[in-house]
């Protein structure tokens, strides 16, 4: 996957998250109401412990916020990479253009 193709998904992973909180806590919102409904409660710090005894288990907005996290961390060691890679290149072209070789 190119470098432009990851700087657009970033775009829209960014403005998706950015601006759409209220969409996350909506999705947090109907996976609270399903759990109250199993557990026939209304209190959230119940619903809240019954979530934690779920192993694995998190809420969308953690979920897509630790997503994201991930790919910006992966965006940023790609980069370091491609910059790495072009020193090298632009260093092997000087050699080669002005023909000096080092052994």
Do not use: W
Not at 17 to 35: E, P
Request: glycine share 2%; with cysteine; aromatic share 16%.
């Amino acid at each position: 996957m190119g470098l432009a193709n990851k700087i657009n998904i970033y775009k829209m992973y960014s403005t998706h998250i950015g601006n759409n909180n209220y969409q996350l806590k909506s999705l947090d919102s109907v996976i609270n109401r399903f759990f109250m409904k199993m557990f026939r409660t209304s209190n959230m710090l119940v619903v809240s412990d019954c979530q934690e005894q779920f192993k694995n288990f998190v809420l969308p907005s953690v979920q897509l916020a630790r997503r994201a996290e991930k790919f910006v961390n992966k965006l940023r060691v790609d980069q370091v990479y491609l910059s790495l890679f072009f020193c090298v290149f632009f260093v092997c072209y000087q050699l080669l253009v002005n023909k000096r070789f080092i052994y």
